[in-house]
């Protein structure tokens, strides 16, 4: 019984691990894809150049907090959601 419950809580954690790789991954996907999809102009204007993009959603993605650990709260208070690709891009002007 013992390592049927060790075996089942390894399987939750890889499971865990490999869907907050999925997710990691399809919001990178997405971020490229809304950044490549704006103009020269636009991304001119949001101080950023064609070839910086994956540098610059790589370098965001990698200072954002799991979705787990947002909805955790901490000392009985639960911590606020960070902004999105959009919201970062509002901040910029």
Same mark, same amino acid.
Not at 6 to 14: C, I, K, P, Y
Not at 53 to 64: C, F, K, P
């Given at each position: 019984?013992? +390592?049927? +419950? ?7 954690? @890889? ?10 991954? @399809?919001?990178?996907?997405?971020? !490229? ?6 103009? +020269?102009?636009?991304?001119?204007? !949001? ?5 910086? !993009? ?12 799991? @979705? ?6 901490? @000392? ?18």
């Amino acid at each position: 019984m013992r +390592n049927s +419950n060790h075996f089942t809580s390894a399987l939750r954690m @890889r499971l865990g691990h490999a869907w907050a790789r999925w997710q990691y991954h @399809r919001r990178r996907a997405a971020a !490229i894809r809304e950044l490549q999809g704006l103009d +020269n102009r636009a991304l001119r204007d !949001i101080g950023l150049e064609r070839s910086q !993009i994956r540098a610059m959603v790589e370098a965001m993605l990698a200072g954002e907090t799991t @979705r787990t650990e947002v909805e955790q709260p901490w @000392r009985g208070h639960p911590l606020p959601r960070r902004p999105g690709l959009p919201g970062r891009l509002a901040e910029l002007g």
